[in-house]
């Protein structure tokens, strides 16, 4: 019984090392592939074109990762809402609907700027663009970042004060970067979005050492382990 409390919270562990992992990944692959095809810079609308023709494998692996990585935060979620749903199930349950519906968002994003974007000219990178980031950079955000706040909510009681405030770092920063895609100012997206990866790569990194190894939450307050587990 105790083993198998233990490894629930080890599962917790592994998912938030995983999304970790992938977070590296993804800002990895922003520095290396990304950028030049993205409206962070100020470069022109047909160079991006060009660059996105030039160099349409990279750009597709790029947005793979991303893709992945979304996927992962949001499995992180899951075995994070399974976990707390007992003592908070609204909160969990509303945040699982709002990643779930964020996920499919961004996903539509990723497939706009991976699938449609290249082989466009001018024009028409600007339009894909404009709606790829409505979709992955500003309705997702919104949605991930609301249903972390809930999550985070939910188990404020299993998480240490240092947590909880680097959570809240987190979804704040995912916030800053939906409002800097409202306003449509490339700079303060990158910037956003960086403070946001590296922080939730921290945030994850020290979910995944909290849960390592820690025994499942009591269901009440009149649990009493057995001494001969």
Same mark, same amino acid.
């Given at each position: 019984?105790?083993?198998?409390?233990?490894?629930? /919270?080890?599962?917790?562990?592994?998912?938030?090392?995983?999304?970790?992992? $992938?977070?590296?990944? /993804?800002?990895?692959?922003?520095?290396?592939? *990304?950028?030049?095809? %993205?409206?962070?810079?100020?470069?022109?609308?047909?160079?991006?074109?060009?660059?996105?023709?030039?160099?349409?494998?990279?750009?597709?692996?790029?947005?793979? %990762?991303? /893709?992945?990585? $979304?996927?992962?935060?949001?499995? *992180?979620?899951?075995?994070?809402?399974?976990?707390?749903?007992?003592?908070?199930?609204?909160?969990?349950?509303?945040?699982? *609907?709002?990643?779930?519906?964020?996920?499919?968002?961004?996903?539509?994003?990723?497939?706009?700027?991976?699938?449609?974007?290249? +082989?466009?000219?001018?024009?028409?990178?600007?339009?894909?663009?404009?709606?790829?980031?409505?979709?992955?950079?500003?309705?997702?955000?919104?949605?991930?970042?609301?249903?972390?706040?809930?999550?985070?909510?939910?188990?404020?009681?299993?998480?240490?004060?240092? %947590?909880?405030? %680097? +959570?809240? +770092?987190?979804?704040?920063?995912?916030?800053?970067?939906?409002?800097?895609?409202?306003?449509?100012?490339?700079?303060?997206?990158?910037?956003?979005?960086?403070?946001?990866?590296?922080?939730?790569?921290?945030?994850?990194?020290?979910? +995944?050492?909290?849960?390592?190894?820690?025994?499942?939450?009591?269901?009440?307050?009149?649990?009493?382990?057995?001494?001969?587990?």
């Amino acid at each position: 019984m105790a083993s198998t409390s233990v490894s629930r /919270g080890n599962g917790i562990a592994r998912a938030a090392f995983a999304a970790a992992a $992938a977070g590296v990944m /993804g800002l990895a692959a922003v520095q290396l592939w *990304l950028r030049p095809g %993205l409206p962070f810079d100020g470069v022109e609308l047909s160079d991006r074109a060009s660059y996105l023709v030039r160099h349409h494998k990279c750009w597709t692996w790029g947005w793979l %990762l991303a /893709g992945l990585g $979304a996927a992962l935060v949001v499995n *992180l979620y899951r075995v994070l809402a399974a976990r707390w749903r007992s003592s908070c199930e609204g909160f969990c349950r509303l945040a699982m *609907l709002l990643a779930t519906a964020g996920l499919a968002v961004d996903l539509a994003g990723i497939a706009l700027w991976m699938i449609v974007a290249p +082989g466009q000219d001018a024009a028409g990178l600007g339009l894909v663009e404009k709606m790829a980031g409505a979709f992955s950079l500003f309705i997702a955000k919104i949605l991930y970042s609301a249903a972390g706040v809930l999550l985070t909510l939910a188990g404020w009681k299993e998480l240490s004060r240092g %947590l909880i405030a %680097l +959570g809240f +770092g987190v979804w704040l920063s995912g916030f800053w970067v939906a409002g800097a895609t409202l306003c449509g100012c490339g700079s303060a997206q990158f910037w956003s979005l960086g403070a946001l990866v590296v922080l939730f790569i921290a945030w994850s990194t020290l979910l +995944g050492l909290r849960f390592l190894g820690m025994p499942h939450r009591p269901e009440s307050s009149s649990f009493v382990p057995d001494p001969r587990d």
